[in-house]
C-alpha cells in the first residue's frame, strides 16, 4: 500500500491566505526575534550611505601580485591606502 502525500496546494484552516488585517499586523523576523532573545545574523553586503565606488581598473599582472603579496585577502584595501598616501598625504582615513 503506498503512502499518499498531502497535496501542498490545498488550502485549509492551517494553509488559509492571510487577510488584509493578518498582513498589516505582520513585522521583520528580526523584530520578533530580537525580543525573544534569539540571535539575528547581521546583513550582508555594503553598509547604506557606503563612501566606497565600484570601479574595474586593469593591473598588471606582476603589480597586482606584489600588492597581493602572501595574503591574498585585504589587497583591494591595502591598494586604497597605498592610492591615498600617494594622492592624499598625510590623509590617514581607513574606510
Do not use: C
Not at 498589516?24 to 553586503?45: F, H, I, M, Q, Y
Not at 565600484?54 to 583591494?76: E, F, H, S
Amino acid at each position: 500500500m503506498a503512502s499518499r502525500k498531502p497535496d501542498p496546494y490545498m488550502i485549509d484552516d492551517a494553509t488559509a491566505p492571510l487577510t488584509d488585517a493578518e498582513v498589516k499586523t505582520l513585522r521583520p523576523a528580526a523584530d520578533a526575534l530580537g525580543e525573544l532573545g534569539v540571535a539575528v545574523p547581521k546583513r550582508r553586503g555594503r553598509p547604506a550611505g557606503a563612501t566606497k565606488e565600484q570601479v574595474t581598473i586593469r593591473i598588471d599582472k606582476d603589480v597586482l601580485a606584489a600588492i597581493r603579496g602572501d595574503n591574498p585577502r585585504g589587497w583591494q584595501t591595502r591598494l586604497n591606502a597605498v592610492l591615498r598616501e600617494h594622492f592624499m598625504p598625510g590623509h590617514n582615513r581607513t574606510e
